[in-house]
């Protein structure tokens, strides 16, 4: 059964559309400990006002470290973590409360209304963030709850709040979103039928927390294709948080779903809903294979949290427990492998662990829980459990010892997997598969073998705080989320990190895309100058007295006369002229001690700068104030904000500093977005046609006429100076929040950051000042772009769907010289020799042979009805046809084999369509093959509204821009012929490029199989776990149009791995470590590995323990040879093994320096696969040669410490390779490739 947090263990970071997932929030406890609010409305001030106490001494101590240059960047835990998790919290809500400070929830009706506005398939919007990163500490975002196909393992859900529903049916290895267009993008629960796979039902709320509010549980009948309400539909500012929701193990039809204000049942699979119980319930499990029996955790925080049963499949409960502690809360778990155990986390006195093994007649203390309250036990072992937390540990006696198993960062004890354990799964399908939602994603644990294995790639859930362009290149860009660091995509489209824990506010100089900034939490502002590759420094230590503590995420800009001055305000406000590396103080007294949220520096006038804060009171309070100075901070005019809510963003006019507008949060109706005239002196209402939700950012579009984008919690909205309200342009994107919006100016692109849902781009309107009447679209006028959008009444701003922009053409790819008479002898997947131009799709190719043609375009009804379609030709052709103007949807209407004479549409059977209906003003993408072997050569395509006479279709009906070539795709990397031995990962690169279009995605593929894809570039797949075996490797390219490619294949082996009890070098050299391993094979069912040595050796770390399957081994100066062993423990029979391996002293590599150390370690060598080198010392060059003194490898610029891979595809043979060190220091190795 899946485990939760607690009572006091989520608190909604992300409410509405998009979410900060719910964590472990022990500051909210305290604050009930000590206030005694602990339900209804959470009043924002009062919360502040405590915290600014409980959290002195942590503020005191960051004031301290920044006057010494120290970074507050750290672990999560203790009472700092504590601080970190407030501060996110009040970061969030500050910009969401209502009109009396209380925590807003808004209107379920907005966001029922916005999801018809959403339609999938119209795609302005197109997803542009990384689907793949590093794993262990980088991760993709935060996963809260799974589902699973009952039968087939490959097919699971996964849950995030704020990154909605995805879905994989490869095991992991890709991932498609399904829950895009729901009200909300929060997902907390999620019950796969076990009857009937393709029902699936999902809480639309965060999981757990008293203040969550949500709207209910939602239902699909198409394995997520579309969602449903159930009986239980929740306006979302009144519907109860959903703590938990399970199934029955026998009746698929019975639900049992724990809120707020009770347990609620459903028998019928959510047509109505039964209250049972009217005391909060945070937790259920069905007792493994019973029909009646369930557990429940009531949750009483000033009560006592007791242990509830029923036995009637939860109609009615009965009191277990009588543990009669105040403020508890309690987490359950239960075993298949012994159904009569039920065991508790207790949260008082301690985190403890109690268990029964008798259905829950008597519990037995087993310990102290060494992470938080999460607990879990194996399928198929009751002595096997597992406590989720920041990390995870595991115990195999049955909770009475606990080994820890993961860490969360760079730790050599443990596998490194991503912090913060949400909820905990197994496989239904495959018992040895443990599966854990933590802060970074999906990751599985194999039990048998200890495996860890990430499943975070394709998860687009990440929740950014920020985005920032590069001016000079249309690709590189730069992004802060939180909880997963930084990143940013280089020129190149490759993705890499930046910094760590929570990235804030990010920036690139618009004259040099190397130069980049970011910062961590409180303003703690970070430089690159080579685009984050090698190094960055901390600039705001740099300011005179350490750096202030500013806001969470605390604001700068970039001054846009002088790349290199940088404007940023804490409590006050600071200003560099040199990047950073020196800083000016530029006011005095602005906020008495609060914090700036806001700045802007006039892009026709540095001297004016805007910015506004929390000013602090003599009561301790803030009010909203506006900033402005005419001179550069010599001295400052403060004005009141026109609103109470605080102000999120500004934005300035470019060439009248004078003209700014602002963006507020909050939930008051028409109070969204501000303008003045006058510097902030005076301001009006800008804000007709915006939903209630908080407005997060504002962009102002530059060479318009004063076109605007504000993204808010429900998407982006534009407005212009002819237009009287505000338009939505979220067409195509997802129901999330939008924290930012930047503009590419030479792409003419409009780029968003969300939270939850990654980062995304749209192109800009760009005839955003022409007036059309866009005809079928309900409410007149709209503004337009070409052809592309149309604006207008409830519909919002779409792509075309009313305005065809014919052309008096049309343009047909033509192959030539190429044999045959079937469609499919047509090479579309090549260049085409010519593109041709017809007036109408009728045309009689006198004289021609030997020739295929292909026409794409989008057809444009001239009125609604139902039409009729007809090809003849002479040879063969065909008609596609789609259900809108997207090529992935078209289907084949009509056909024809053979040959027809000119315009004889009813020779066959299949030259004619069915009835089809059409829209007039929508665009229909259309695709014509033609092919001509020798003989008559004729095309025609005809139409017919109703009973109207047929006709050709003619140019006035299509619209086309360009024809459409194949996309271009081959594999880079691993080169043809390469080898690789198990266990091992195959990292797939493929290079794809469209030359009239964009490449929409990158599929790869081992054989026939698919492996999985990537949407955005770099395309890169990561083939874990590889299995021995030769494959042929491919990659398919799709673009924007639906046309397809294949790469040429590229043949691999995996070799089985080395043989031996004992893998590891058979030398090494005095004073040195090596990495010794116990052979896979040996692994399965050890509970423990002790390792020793009867040579010279100064350490063996570790020497021993349940996952010391591996170990490091550092030889002695005195070391002569000798042997390596280990000791094995097994569950059963034989019991205990022994192994030892001979290593002897290795030869000096060093040529003419025997005994003198050498800085790089190499392993294995000799090699029968790849060299792996570690230097200690940064290497400035490394070159290869081969016996001959042919130079056959070169490589520069390597950081020390890190690990490299070389001679894979060596062949076998002697080498040299010469190092020349960063310090002028030069060595020479010897390296042996074997086969």
């Keep these: 059964m899946k485990k939760q947090n607690l009572f006091f263990a989520g608190i909604l970071l992300l409410l509405l559309i998009s979410a900060q997932a719910a964590m472990s929030q022990d500051w909210l406890k305290k604050y009930s400990e000590e206030t005694g609010k602990v339900s209804g409305d959470l009043n924002f001030y009062d919360v502040k006002k405590w915290a600014n106490k409980y959290f002195k001494d942590i503020e005191q101590e960051m004031a301290e470290d920044n006057k010494l240059g120290k970074s507050f960047m750290g672990s999560e835990e203790g009472k700092k973590g504590l601080y970190i998790k407030y501060k996110r919290w009040e970061w969030y809500w500050s910009t969401r409360l209502d009109k009396n400070g209380n925590l807003g929830y808004g209107n379920a009706k907005v966001f029922k209304k916005n999801t018809r506005r959403l339609v999938p398939g119209v795609n302005t919007w197109k997803s542009i963030g990384f689907t793949q990163n590093s794993g262990g500490y980088w991760g993709m975002g935060k996963a809260d709850c799974m589902g699973f196909h009952p039968t087939?393992?490959?097919?699971?859900?996964?849950?995030?709040?704020?990154?909605?529903?995805?879905?994989?049916?490869?095991?992991?290895?890709?991932?498609?979103?399904?829950?895009?267009?729901?009200?909300?993008?929060?997902?907390?629960?999620?019950?796969?039928?076990?009857?009937?796979?393709?029902?699936?039902?999902?809480?639309?709320?965060?999981?757990?927390?008293?203040?969550?509010?949500?709207?209910?549980?939602?239902?699909?009948?198409?394995?997520?294709l579309t969602w449903n309400p159930t009986a239980m539909s929740d306006e979302y500012n009144a519907g109860q948080p959903i703590y938990d929701m399970i199934s029955s193990e026998t009746n698929s039809s019975i639900l049992l779903v724990g809120r707020q204000d009770g347990i609620f049942r459903t028998a019928n699979g959510g047509s109505s809903w039964t209250k049972v119980t009217d005391w909060t319930c945070n937790d259920l499990v069905w007792k493994p294979g019973s029909a009646t029996r369930v557990y429940a955790a009531r949750d009483d925080y000033w009560g006592s949290s007791e242990v509830y049963v029923s036995d009637d499949a939860g109609v009615t409960w009965s009191k277990l427990t009588n543990i009669s502690l105040q403020h508890n809360s309690l987490t359950l778990t239960a075993t298949a492998a012994n159904s009569n155990i039920i065991a508790y986390s207790s949260q008082q006195p301690t985190k403890s662990l109690y268990v029964s093994t008798n259905n829950g007649s008597s519990f037995t203390f087993k310990s102290n829980l060494p992470q938080e309250q999460h607990i879990f036990y194996s399928k198929t072992n009751a002595n096997i459990m597992y406590n989720g937390g920041v990390n995870v540990s595991k115990s195999t006696d049955g909770g009475v010892t606990w080994v820890q198993q993961t860490h969360w960062h760079s730790h050599p004890s443990y596998v490194e997997i991503h912090a913060d354990v949400r909820n905990i799964y197994h496989s239904p399908v495959n018992n040895d598969l443990v599966y854990f939602c933590n802060d970074g994603g999906v990751a599985r644990y194999n039990e048998p073998n200890n495996q860890w294995t990430e499943l975070y790639n394709g998860l687009q859930i990440t929740q950014y705080y920020s985005i920032a362009c590069a001016q000079t290149d249309s690709v590189t860009i730069i992004a802060g989320s939180q909880d997963n660091g930084g990143s940013r995509r280089n020129a190149n489209g490759v993705w890499q990190n930046t910094n760590g824990g929570d990235a804030m506010m990010q920036a690139i100089d618009p004259t040099d895309a190397n130069v980049m900034y970011s910062t961590y939490v409180n303003g703690e502002l970070y430089r690159s100058l080579d685009g984050w590759v090698n190094n960055y420094v901390t600039i705001s230590s740099n300011?005179?007295?350490?750096?202030?503590?500013?806001?969470?995420?605390?604001?700068?800009?970039?001054?846009?006369?002088?790349?290199?001055?940088?404007?940023?305000?804490?409590?006050?406000?600071?200003?560099?002229?040199?990047?950073?590396?020196?800083?000016?103080?530029?006011?005095?007294?602005?906020?008495?001690?609060?914090?700036?949220h806001s700045i802007a520096v006039a892009q026709s006038d540095s001297r004016i700068i805007y910015c506004?804060?929390?000013?602090?009171?003599?009561?301790?309070?803030?009010?909203?104030?506006?900033?402005?100075?005419?001179?550069?901070?010599?001295?400052?005019?403060?004005?009141?904000?026109?609103?109470?809510?605080?102000?999120?963003?500004?934005?300035?006019?470019?060439?009248?500093?004078?003209?700014?507008?602002?963006?507020?949060?909050?939930?008051?109706?028409?109070?969204?977005?501000?303008?003045?005239?006058?510097?902030?002196?005076?301001?009006?209402?800008?804000?007709?046609?915006?939903?209630?939700?908080?407005?997060?950012?504002?962009?102002?579009?530059?060479?318009?006429?004063?076109?605007?984008?504000?993204?808010?919690?429900?998407?982006?909205?534009?407005?212009?100076?002819?237009?009287?309200?505000?338009?939505?342009?979220?067409?195509?994107?997802?129901?999330?929040?939008?924290?930012?919006?930047?503009?590419?100016?030479?792409?003419?692109?409009?780029?968003?950051?969300?939270?939850?849902?990654?980062?995304?781009?749209?192109?800009?309107?760009?005839?955003?000042?022409?007036?059309?009447?866009?005809?079928?679209?309900?409410?007149?006028?709209?503004?337009?772009?070409?052809?592309?959008?149309?604006?207008?009444?409830?519909?919002?701003?779409?792509?075309?769907?009313?305005?065809?922009?014919?052309?008096?053409?049309?343009?047909?790819?033509?192959?030539?010289?190429?044999?045959?008479?079937?469609?499919?002898?047509?090479?579309?997947?090549?260049?085409?020799?010519?593109?041709?131009?017809?007036?109408?799709?009728?045309?009689?190719?006198?004289?021609?042979?030997?020739?295929?043609?292909?026409?794409?375009?989008?057809?444009?009804?001239?009125?609604?009805?139902?039409?009729?379609?007809?090809?003849?030709?002479?040879?063969?052709?065909?008609?596609?046809?789609?259900?809108?103007?997207?090529?992935?949807?078209?289907?084949?209407?009509?056909?024809?084999?053979?040959?027809?004479?000119?315009?004889?549409?009813?020779?066959?059977?299949?030259?004619?369509?069915?009835?089809?209906?059409?829209?007039?003003?929508?665009?229909?993408?259309?695709?014509?093959?033609?092919?001509?072997?020798?003989?008559?050569?004729?095309?025609?395509?005809?139409?017919?509204?109703?009973?109207?006479?047929?006709?050709?279709?003619?140019?006035?009906?299509?619209?086309?821009?360009?024809?459409?070539?194949?996309?271009?795709?081959?594999?880079?990397?691993?080169?043809?012929?390469?080898?690789?031995?198990?266990?091992?990962?195959?990292?797939?690169?493929?290079?794809?490029?469209?030359?009239?279009?964009?490449?929409?995605?990158?599929e790869f593929y081992r054989d026939a199989v698919k492996l999985g894809e990537a949407l955005s570039s770099p395309y890169q797949y990561i083939w874990t776990n590889?299995?021995?075996?030769?494959?042929?490797?491919?990659?398919?390219?799709?673009?924007?149009?639906?046309?397809?490619?294949?790469?040429?294949?590229?043949?691999?082996?995996?070799?089985a791995p080395a043989t031996?009890?004992?893998?590891?070098?058979?030398?090494?050299?005095?004073?040195?470590?090596?990495?010794?391993?116990?052979?896979?094979?040996?692994?399965?069912g050890a509970n423990n590995f002790s390792w020793w040595s009867n040579a010279s050796v100064q350490g063996i770390v570790p020497s021993g323990g349940s996952t010391a399957y591996s170990t490091s081994i550092s030889s002695g100066a005195g070391f002569g040879g000798g042997q390596i062993c280990v000791g094995i423990n097994y569950n059963g029979a034989p019991y205990y093994q022994s192994f030892c391996k001979n290593v002897s002293l290795c030869p000096?590599?060093?040529?003419?320096?025997?005994?003198?150390?050498?800085?790089?370690?190499?392993?294995?060598?000799?090699?029968?696969?790849?060299?792996?080198?570690?230097?200690?010392?940064?290497?400035?060059?490394?070159?290869?040669?081969?016996?001959?003194?042919?130079?056959?490898?070169?490589?520069?610029?390597?950081?020390?410490?890190?690990?490299?891979?070389?001679?894979?595809?060596?062949?076998?043979?002697?080498?040299?390779?010469?190092?020349?060190?960063?310090?002028?220091s030069e060595e020479t190795l010897k390296l042996i490739k074997v086969k």
């Design 543 to 596: 300011i005179p007295g350490g750096k202030p503590n500013g806001a969470w995420v605390t604001p700068y800009v970039l001054d846009p006369n002088n790349h290199n001055s940088i404007v940023i305000g804490y409590d006050e406000v600071y200003r560099s002229t040199n990047r950073g590396d020196t800083w000016t103080k530029i006011s005095t007294g602005l906020t008495n001690g609060g914090e700036m």
């Design 1148 to 1224: 000096a590599l060093r040529a003419g320096e025997t005994g003198k150390r050498s800085f790089i370690s190499i392993f294995p060598n000799p090699s029968i696969d790849a060299f792996i080198l570690k230097s200690e010392k940064a290497v400035r060059t490394l070159i290869v040669t081969n016996n001959e003194g042919e130079q056959i490898y070169t490589l520069t610029g390597v950081e020390d410490g890190k690990v490299l891979e070389l001679g894979r595809n060596f062949s076998a043979g002697n080498y040299v390779t010469y190092i020349k060190y960063e310090d002028g």
């Design 1060 to 1084: 031996g009890d004992i893998i590891g070098p058979d030398c090494m050299a005095k004073s040195e470590s090596k990495i010794f391993s116990v052979n896979p094979t040996l692994i399965s």
């Design 1026 to 1055: 590889a299995p021995a075996g030769t494959y042929v490797l491919t990659a398919k390219a799709t673009d924007n149009l639906g046309l397809v490619n294949t790469s040429s294949p590229v043949s691999i082996t995996v070799n």
């Design 152 to 224: 087939n393992g490959n097919i699971f859900y996964v849950g995030s709040n704020g990154g909605g529903i995805w879905k994989t049916t490869d095991g992991g290895n890709t991932y498609t979103p399904l829950g895009d267009f729901l009200p909300v993008s929060q997902v907390g629960n999620i019950i796969v039928d076990f009857a009937n796979p393709n029902t699936v039902y999902i809480s639309l709320a965060p999981r757990g927390g008293w203040m969550n509010k949500s709207m209910g549980i939602y239902k699909s009948t198409d394995a997520g």
């Design 612 to 1002: 506004t804060g929390d000013q602090k009171q003599t009561d301790g309070s803030t009010i909203n104030k506006f900033f402005k100075t005419t001179n550069q901070g010599t001295s400052w005019t403060s004005y009141s904000s026109p609103a109470k809510e605080r102000i999120t963003q500004l934005a300035v006019h470019p060439t009248n500093p004078q003209v700014i507008w602002i963006t507020t949060g909050g939930w008051v109706d028409n109070q969204k977005v501000f303008k003045s005239t006058n510097g902030g002196a005076t301001w009006v209402n800008y804000s007709t046609g915006l939903p209630n939700v908080p407005t997060n950012t504002i962009v102002y579009q530059p060479g318009s006429n004063d076109a605007l984008y504000v993204g808010n919690d429900m998407g982006v909205y534009y407005r212009n100076s002819t237009m009287s309200k505000w338009e939505s342009y979220s067409a195509g994107l997802p129901n999330t929040v939008v924290t930012d919006l930047e503009i590419q100016n030479s792409a003419k692109l409009l780029r968003a950051s969300t939270y939850g849902r990654g980062a995304w781009e749209a192109r800009l309107i760009i005839n955003a000042s022409q007036i059309e009447d866009c005809k079928g679209v309900a409410g007149g006028t709209a503004a337009i772009d070409g052809c592309g959008v149309c604006a207008g009444g409830t519909t919002g701003i779409v792509p075309n769907t009313s305005c065809c922009n014919p052309g008096t053409a049309i343009a047909v790819q033509r192959w030539n010289n190429v044999s045959g008479n079937s469609v499919s002898d047509i090479p579309v997947n090549t260049t085409p020799s010519q593109t041709i131009y017809l007036d109408a799709l009728d045309k009689d190719f006198i004289g021609e042979d030997d020739f295929g043609n292909r026409i794409t375009g989008l057809l444009c009804p001239p009125s609604t009805g139902t039409y009729k379609f007809w090809i003849a030709s002479d040879d063969a052709s065909e008609l596609w046809l789609s259900t809108n103007n997207l090529a992935t949807n078209k289907v084949r209407i009509a056909y024809l084999d053979g040959a027809v004479g000119y315009k004889h549409y009813d020779a066959t059977s299949g030259q004619a369509s069915a009835s089809i209906n059409l829209v007039k003003g929508q665009q229909y993408y259309f695709e014509v093959l033609h092919k001509e072997g020798g003989g008559d050569a004729h095309l025609t395509v005809a139409w017919a509204l109703g009973n109207e006479q047929r006709s050709p279709i003619r140019a006035g009906y299509i619209s086309q821009g360009v024809t459409n070539n194949a996309p271009t795709v081959s594999i880079s990397s691993p080169v043809n012929n390469s080898t690789y031995t198990t266990p091992t990962s195959v990292i797939i690169n493929a290079s794809a490029d469209d030359s009239d279009g964009s490449v929409t995605k990158v």
